[in-house]
């Protein structure tokens, strides 16, 4: 048998043993016909076998098995599944003991490294800050870290395990910062939910804190998904980055209003409300008037303080809610939600003549420019090109009239504000 079998005595010596025992201890029979177990057994397993025998011996027990430690004849230690049972005889006297013996040293040694790489595992996944959870498919948390049970639980909890993830986890968006997500969603293998959710926020009480989430499956041995392990990390100065890095790329650098690229988007936004809302807004596209020879006089650092002017008289002259813009060169924009191109042109006359008004020195002189304005409402279904485009047709029609004044898709005659005077010459000594 490749079991291992041996008749031992009451006292412990070896009766009789098998070739299998032979093998497994690395001794010959006869050399173990001459010792008792309590000589092979190592120490530290020894008291526990012996009141295990008198269990039996007393007729507390009819068998027992054990999990023990044998010492081989090179001085190895043997780890072995131990089975005994007392044989009586008809009288119920115990005559010898029956033991089955199976080497387990290297199941014990796959599992004592097994043991030490969780622990491993444990301590590293303990040591980083990361929120790591491993959940089942049910919503059950099987393991949490440590940065994870402070996080969501507390510094005096000790685990999770056995909490429900949406009891300790909450998590929402930045674009819905009130709604809840449903985290179930993120346990959906046929879901997209993590990559649909690129701004997702932790809630920690009354403060919120931006976390990307990783999500990797578990699964069984067949291949089916059985959980996931779900990795969250402090987002925020990734985030900090990415809004400083969109806000640079949407700059212009010389006068800090939105460039064309960021009035674009914002352009977008604006038409997209229009067609949810239904609510009026306009496009104003200005063009200086008498730019060119500033440039041409004086050169192109007159011209961007010209420009840098216009644009805080541009930033000042409307709401805070308005989006101005430098489109390139001379040319501005000014995005003028929930106003109607009436209450448009208003705003354009102040302009127009804010700008007469404006006076820039320069190397003793006083610089003066005008500026030509076209206004267009935006629509439902309109593309970014065509608001432009409309925009712009009417700031040409408006130099075409003279320049310095105010010329509004779809209107004629004398407009709200009127036309202000004409702007002056290029400089004043």
């Known amino acids: 048998a490749a079991l291992g079998m041996a008749l031992v005595s009451l006292e412990g010596r070896w009766l009789d043993v098998n070739d299998a025992l032979c093998r497994i201890l690395g001794y010959t029979r006869e050399e173990l016909l001459q ?120 510094d005096g909890a000790l685990s999770l395990a056995g909490h429900l993830v949406q009891d300790v986890l909450s998590l929402t968006t930045e674009y819905a910062p009130q709604s809840q997500l449903d985290v179930s969603v993120l346990l959906d293998p046929e879901s997209n939910a993590v990559d649909l959710h690129a701004d997702l926020l932790l809630q920690m009480g009354t403060a919120v804190v931006p976390v990307d989430l990783t999500r990797a499956w578990l699964r069984d041995d067949e291949g089916q998904v059985r959980g996931a392990v779900w990795v969250l990390r402090d987002d925020t100065q990734q985030r900090a ?119 820039i020195p320069w190397d003793q002189h006083q610089l003066r420019i005008g500026a030509s304005i076209g206004i267009a409402p935006l629509a439902a279904g309109m593309s970014v090109d065509q608001a432009v485009a409309a925009a712009d047709a009417q700031c040409y029609r408006a130099k075409a009239m003279g320049r310095n004044n105010v010329q509004v898709q779809g209107e004629t005659g004398e407009l709200p504000g009127g036309s202000p005077a004409d702007g002056g010459d290029l400089s004043d000594g």
């Open 35 to 154: 010792v008792d177990f309590q000589r092979l057994t190592h120490p530290a397993d020894l008291q526990t076998d012996l009141a295990l025998v008198q269990d039996l011996l007393a007729g507390r027990r009819t068998h027992y098995h054990l999990e023990k430690r044998y010492l081989g004849r090179e001085g190895n230690t043997i780890w072995a599944r131990l089975s005994v049972s007392l044989v009586r005889n008809e009288r119920g006297e115990p005559l010898h003991f029956v033991s089955q013996i199976q080497d387990v040293s290297a199941q014990r040694s796959s599992e004592q490294r097994l043991f030490e790489s969780e622990q491993r595992s444990r301590i590293t996944l303990d040591a980083v800050a990361d929120l790591v959870l491993s959940v089942a498919l049910d919503g059950h948390i099987e393991y949490a870290n440590a940065a994870a049970v402070r996080m969501l639980a507390g």
């Open 241 to 359: 980055r990415e809004r400083e890095a969109r806000h640079l790329a949407e700059m212009d650098p010389l006068t800090e209003l939105g460039n064309r690229r960021g009035f674009e988007v914002h352009l977008q936004q604006a038409i997209t409300r229009v067609e949810r809302t239904g609510q009026a807004a306009s496009l104003m596209y200005i063009d200086l008037d008498r730019f060119k020879p500033v440039n041409d006089t004086f050169g192109h650092l007159a011209g961007d303080a010209v420009l840098w002017a216009v644009a805080s008289v541009l930033r000042h002259g409307v709401r805070d809610s308005d989006v101005v813009a430098r489109l390139g060169g001379d040319e501005f924009a000014v995005i003028l939600s929930g106003c109607s191109p009436r209450r448009a042109a208003r705003i354009g006359g102040e302009l127009l003549h804010t700008l007469a008004n404006l006076s």
